[in-house]
């Protein structure tokens, strides 16, 4: 049976990105996201706040990207994969660390909460308010292609469940 390891996560940075670099030239990206969830106490009716801290990483160009736009407080949509990894401590510890690995980063918020200055050269590589970077794809893009027609509507069948809702409940 498949599985599924996916999370999708719109936060805001709790501090500037770190960027490392592997031996090998490879850049590293760490990320604190804070997400925050709201809701109303039903016994007393007060507004009730719950925020979670969530550890991410990235690779390569990614990294290299946060790493020059993101900056403390800044909105940020990831989508990635869950990894915990084991490490030992400076006492010889066994530790755990579950972290988000990034596969696509797209900035949120417009030009001003962008860090950077006057915005050289962002508009070339990010489109102005804000970008999505995902890792290469292995092949090669696809060559532009010209508009596709209209769709034009389909005929009418005779089976009578033309006027049929599709609301599916599955």
Known sequence: MASVNKVIIIGNLGRDPEVRYTPSGAAVCNLRLATTRNWKNRESG????????????????????????????????????????????KDGNDRYTTEIVAETM?????????????????????????????????????????????????PKSSTGFDDMDDDIPF
């Not at 800044?74 to 401590?89: A, F, H, S």
Request: charged share 30%; aromatic share 6%.
């Open 46 to 89: 007060e507004r009730q706040e719950e925020t979670e801290w969530h550890s991410v990483v990235l690779y390569d160009r990614q990294a290299e990207i946060a790493g020059e736009y993101l900056k403390k407080g800044r909105p940020v949509y990831i989508e990635g994969r869950l990894k915990t990894r084991k490490w030992q401590d």
């Open 106 to 154: 797209q900035l949120l918020g417009g030009r001003e909460s962008m860090g950077g200055g006057e915005g050289g050269g962002m508009d070339e590589e990010m489109g102005g308010g804000g970008g999505g970077y995902s890792r290469p794809a292995a092949r090669p893009a696809a060559p532009p292609r010209a508009p596709a027609p209209a769709p034009r509507p389909a």
